[in-house]
């Protein structure tokens, strides 16, 4: 059984995806860095152990051998707006090579609720050259739900809401891996051993 149920516990599954039809990209005009932009998310599963987070970013920076820092947060949903952090990770000193980059984080091993708020942000980039960096959108998900219409923003402020302006583009660019919670593959192993032990009963 043991043998069995292994591989499945370093299986992370895809249970919200948004990643195969861009519409837009959030510009801000910036010197070295973006706000948190943060889209609401329904998972397409339960029972899930949060593994990876990817977003993507428009950079269109002077200078192409330039770095930075990539921050992704999960948040609580509170009263439909982004609430607490639930996990944090940051890429420190990322090298882009491309105006639209997909990149992937590594997140802290949480269990998620039904829905959340994903997080982007971009910091510490260049400061002394003008560049403008944004955080790409795209629709409809693949994988789970979002609100095309409605996504919040913080430039240290507090978050504020945006909107689609009736053009259903408003979701980010997003992929949430998990892996399934250990009473899911507990559920498994005794399905398992109960169809392995009909098996020998029935001599087959």
């Given at each position: ?23 837009i ?7 070295g860095?973006?706000p948190?932009?943060?889209?609401h ?45 639930l ?21 802290p ?15 510490n980039?260049h400061t002394?050259l ?17 609100d ?10 507090g ?8 053009l ?7 992929r949430v891996e ?20 009909r ?6």
């Amino acid at each position: 059984m043991l043998v069995a149920l292994a591989p499945c516990m370093g299986n992370a599954e895809i249970i919200y995806g948004n990643t195969t039809t861009p519409t837009i990209t959030s510009i801000w005009n910036t010197f070295g860095g973006t706000p948190e932009v943060a889209d609401h998310v329904f998972f397409a599963s339960k029972e899930r152990t949060l593994s990876a987070l990817t977003c993507s970013f428009f950079v269109n920076e002077i200078d192409p051998s330039g770095t930075f820092d990539v921050t992704y947060r999960i948040r609580a949903v509170d009263a439909g707006r982004p609430g607490d952090v639930l996990a944090e990770a940051t890429l420190a000193g990322y090298n882009y090579s491309q105006n639209n980059e997909a990149i992937r984080i590594e997140m802290p091993a949480i269990s998620l609720p039904n829905d959340v708020f994903v997080s982007g942000q971009i910091s510490n980039g260049h400061t002394e050259l003008s560049g403008t960096y944004g955080v790409n959108f795209a629709n409809p998900p693949e994988i789970g739900y979002s609100d095309p219409e409605e996504f919040f923003s913080n430039s240290g402020d507090g978050f504020i809401e945006g909107n689609g302006l009736g053009l259903g583009w408003a979701n980010m660019f997003a992929r949430v891996e998990a892996i399934p919670e250990p009473i899911s593959l507990l559920a498994l192993g005794g399905a398992l051993t109960t169809w392995l032990i009909r098996r020998k009963a029935l001599g087959r």
